[in-house]
């Protein structure tokens, strides 16, 4: 069964950094476009970062831009969230997803699998 599973999340004060993780079962991700999503409570989910399948390439949200960095580690069949600097407003539960669409940023119906997410909680 295809599985997409995050971890990685907590509590962590204003200014402190996460890492968060989303390993894969029964497929590769490395051809694989992903996403990290995020949804705070009474707010839609919106797309965080993305990095391509295909040249590694990678997106940012503005409000996450110098802040956060997406990786993929193949041989551990595992992408990486790396999340510094972090705010009240980073608050949320955070998805991981893959698309087989060979872009960047595939748009968020084109994801095809999803992980059950990971709470981040930013407060002091």
């Known amino acids: 069964q295809v599985q997409l599973v995050e971890s990685g999340g907590g509590l962590v004060q204003p200014g402190g950094s996460l890492r968060l993780s989303c390993a894969a079962s029964?497929?590769?991700?490395?051809?694989?476009?992903i996403g990290w999503f995020r949804q705070a409570p009474g707010k839609e989910r919106e797309g965080v970062s993305c990095i391509s399948g295909s040249d590694g390439s990678t997106y940012y949200a503005d409000s996450v831009k110098g802040r956060f960095t997406i990786s993929r580690d193949n041989a551990k069949n595992t992408v990486y969230l790396q999340m510094n600097s972090l705010k009240p407003e980073d608050t949320a539960v955070y998805f991981c997803?893959?698309?087989?669409?060979?872009?960047?940023?595939?748009?968020?119906?084109?994801?095809?699998?999803w992980g059950q997410g990971t709470q981040v909680t930013v407060s002091s």
């Open positions: 997803a893959a698309s087989g669409v060979r872009t960047t940023c595939p748009k968020e119906y084109q994801f095809d699998y």
């Open positions: 029964e497929f590769t991700l490395d051809s694989y476009a």
